[in-house]
């Protein structure tokens, strides 16, 4: 492996890192409301969040990039108030790896708190513990399980996204360019031994992640 493949393993995993680990406390908060709250409407906020895994991902970034762009209404105000821009760079990359694997999170999460029995939430409240006490002490361990499989789900999303990444960020080699972009360009350029090589690797970091994830569940007394 050269050291420009190098750097693009390490992007990849930084950005996908980066994106579980901001959506992950969103993830957390979205998936115990739905798991645990009704109100109007709920049936709505389940089928927007559900819509990037049915949607072509070449769409999502479409969106995305609308949004973001320098006259959109979100890129705009971030230009405007903080000179910051998204699109075509890093930072969009990760938003698009973060949109993408959103709904698998949250999907995990909700299962997991929807897992936990209400009788011993129930039974923590008669105790007098506070509402935030019931989720840290009761709720969150009980449902770790399943967070920490919604985040190697997620994770494992982020590694493989394509469309929505190459609509709002591009495929600019050294800036944000992905390992699936990677691939991309070394097909289409005629590279077929590299995309070869690059494939197995992004399998193989996929391998490792998820075996990682098993062995520390194992060793947590989880599975």
Not at 25 to 40: C, D, E, I, S, T
Not at 77 to 101: G, Y
Not at 143 to 169: D, Y
């Amino acid at each position: 492996m050269t050291s420009a493949d190098g750097q693009l393993v390490l992007f990849t995993l930084t950005t996908a890192l980066l994106a579980v680990a901001l959506s992950l406390p969103g993830g957390v908060a979205m998936g115990w409301w739905l798991a645990r709250k009704n109100w109007p409407g709920k049936s709505w906020v389940e089928t927007l969040l559900a819509l990037p895994l049915v949607m072509p991902p070449v769409a999502t970034g479409l969106i995305l990039l609308k949004l973001l762009g320098r006259r959109g209404p979100i890129g705009g105000w971030l230009h405007r108030t903080f000179d910051l821009e998204i699109v075509f760079t890093w930072k969009a990359v990760v938003v698009a790896l973060a949109v993408m694997s959103f709904p698998l999170l949250v999907r995990c999460i909700r299962s997991a708190f929807e897992e936990v029995p209400r009788h011993l939430e129930e039974a923590a409240i008669t105790l007098g513990k506070t509402p935030w006490q019931v989720f840290s002490k009761v709720s969150l361990p009980l449902a770790r399980r399943g967070i920490i499989g919604g985040v190697v789900l997620a994770f494992a999303r982020a590694l493989g996204e394509f469309g929505a990444t190459v609509m709002v960020a591009g495929l600019i080699p050294g800036v944000t360019e992905t390992l699936p972009l990677a691939i991309y360009r070394s097909f289409q350029t005629g590279d077929d031994s590299r995309a070869w090589a690059l494939a197995g690797l992004s399998a193989a970091i996929a391998f490792a992640a998820v075996w990682t994830s098993n062995r520390l569940l194992r060793g947590r007394g989880v599975l």
